[in-house]
């Protein structure tokens, strides 16, 4: 997951991760995203998210059913 948000935010150097303490596109509605007062706000709110939404990834014994699941819970 580390890996991805650093490359969903260019490593933290992102217009998104620097103004809105966004590192991984969260709330996009077509117009904006989420905007969170501070980088912890912004973990939490992932980590419930990655847990409530693709729980049975964050569940995987291995990289390929993780893939899968993701896949199956529509992240991408």
């Known amino acids: 997951m580390m890996r991805q948000l650093a490359f969903e935010s260019a490593y933290g150097t992102s217009n998104q991760a620097r103004t809105n303490h ?3 596109g969260v709330g ?3 117009k904006t ?3 969170y007062d501070s980088d912890e706000a912004f973990v939490n709110s992932y980590v419930d998210l990655m ?3 693709y729980g049975s990834a964050l569940n ?3 990289i390929d059913t993780y893939s899968r699941q993701l896949k199956k819970a529509g992240y991408y």
């Open 51 to 53: 847990r409530s939404r």
């Open 22 to 24: 966004n590192y991984g």
């Open 28 to 30: 996009y509605n077509g």
């Open 33 to 35: 995203y989420t905007k």
């Open 60 to 62: 995987a014994s291995d």
